[in-house]
């Protein structure tokens, strides 16, 4: 799945568009290494997002299939960190 879909489907973003638009940004890195919307996850793999207010970075547990409830997105990923961010200001 790719991962702009797969962010939007277990209802990390609001909008897969919004996931597209972090990708492009560079902020969206898989197992390290800056990640491009259409870039295909496997279970296993390790997803870093830097929010402008929060790092969030979790581990795929498994690919869904179809659409996802918010009260089961949780099933398909593992929060290892979330921490908060203080706003940087230029």
Avoid: H, W
């Amino acid at each position: 799945m790719r991962l702009d879909i797969y962010l939007n489907t277990c209802c990390l973003v609001r909008r897969r568009s919004e996931a597209k638009r972090a990708c492009d940004n560079g902020i969206v890195t898989v197992d390290g290494q800056e990640a491009k919307a259409s870039r295909v996850l496997r279970a296993g793999q390790r997803v870093s997002i830097a929010f402008s207010d929060r790092l969030l970075e979790f581990e795929v547990l498994a690919i869904p299939r179809g659409n996802v409830s918010r009260k089961r997105a949780p099933e398909y990923y593992r929060v290892i960190r979330d921490e908060a961010q203080a706003p940087e200001f230029f």
